[in-house]
């Protein structure tokens, strides 16, 4: 059986809506939107593999998530560790802006800690949650001696902690660098805004990225849905995904990124083209947004879908 592997950050959310008092969520956020997702639509016959490490702290409510997962076959590759589990409060102004304010403090992967258990999987997401899942040399590592094919999405990558633990947006000056590490990289347009330079087209930045990294990128545009760069011969292919209208108020736009890569890497794994995977991502992410936090958010996907974690 093939293994899809997992590589991010559990993270306990604390979600507060604008303009509603006492009505705060607290639920398992970060990676858990993404393995919520697999368990939907994970390509069949795959096994979904967490590549994880959890505090001490919360070991035990983390466990009790991963026993309702059924796509999840093994824990072998979630680790227990000393420091605290890392815990977002997120305060949304408005849909979708927000504060987000980390504590806590989980270390990334070295390559000697991710090789072995890596090598055992046949595809890999990094969903960087924390932003420091693995450093720039261990993504080397992973570029060089792992044989599989790795989606990035580099979200937190890009954010920086503050004295207080908020986060923001920050440059990143490696990126010619880290581009080379993935497959298949996925980001938004903020995203990508931040990584052009200042009195550069975004559009031509993802142009130049595709053709000196990933082979194909994504980049989200929230309600607008998405667009696509894949590289080719004699250039970039591009292209947009609209999303279809929501009917439903959206809910709460938490974890909808990370839907949306969950939908689109099992999607390119089943064998869809890059259009494909972003309209069939845009379409779950959607689904996403009319549910709150990641508790019953499979079971939501998979009655809206009608695919019975099969799709």
């Known amino acids: 059986m093939p293994r ?5 950050t559990l993270v306990l959310d604390t979600i507060h809506r604008p303009g509603v008092d006492g009505d705060a969520l607290t639920d398992w956020g970060g990676i858990a ?6 368990e939907a639509v994970a390509p069949i016959g795959w096994d979904v ?8 702290d919360l070991r035990q409510g983390a466990d009790e998530f991963f026993d309702g997962l059924e796509r999840v076959e093994s824990l072998d590759g979630v680790l227990t560790v000393p420091e605290p589990n890392n815990r977002v409060d997120l305060y949304y102004s408005s849909k979708p ?20 258990t890596a090598s055992s999987c046949d595809a890999l997401i990094v969903n960087f949650i924390a932003g420091w899942e693995i450093d720039l040399e261990t993504a080397g590592h992973l ?16 954010l920086a902690v503050g004295p207080d633990g908020v986060r923001s947006l920050r440059p990143l000056p490696e990126w010619p660098e880290w581009r080379q590490c993935f497959d298949v990289v996925q980001m938004n347009e903020e995203e990508l805004s931040a990584l052009a330079q200042t009195d550069r087209d975004p559009a031509d930045e993802a142009r130049d990225s595709v053709l000196h990294g ?16 894949v590289r080719a011969a004699g250039g970039v292919h591009e ?4 999303t279809e209208p929501v009917a439903a108020e959206v809910s709460d736009p938490t974890g909808c990124g990370d839907v949306w890569g969950a939908a689109c890497a099992s999607s390119l794994l089943a064998g869809a083209d890059a259009a494909g995977a972003a309209e069939r991502a845009n379409r779950l992410a959607g689904l996403a947004a009319r549910h709150r936090g990641t508790k019953g958010l499979a079971m939501a996907l998979q009655s809206e879908t009608g695919s019975g974690g099969r799709e």
Request: glycine share 16%; with cysteine.
């Open 214 to 229: 990933p082979e194909t990128l994504f980049v989200t545009h929230g309600a607008a849905g998405s667009r696509w760069y």
């Open 143 to 158: 570029r060089s001696e792992y044989g599989g094919s790795v989606y990035a999405d580099i979200h937190s990558l890009l």
């Open 4 to 8: 899809l592997g997992v590589l991010g």
């Open 239 to 242: 292209g947009e995904a609209p």
């Open 97 to 116: 802006r927000r504060c987000e304010r980390l504590t806590g403090g989980v270390p990334g992967w070295t390559w000697s800690e991710l090789a072995g």
């Open 33 to 38: 939107y993404s393995l919520a997702a697999l």
């Open 49 to 56: 593999f967490p590549l994880i490490k959890v505090g001490a």
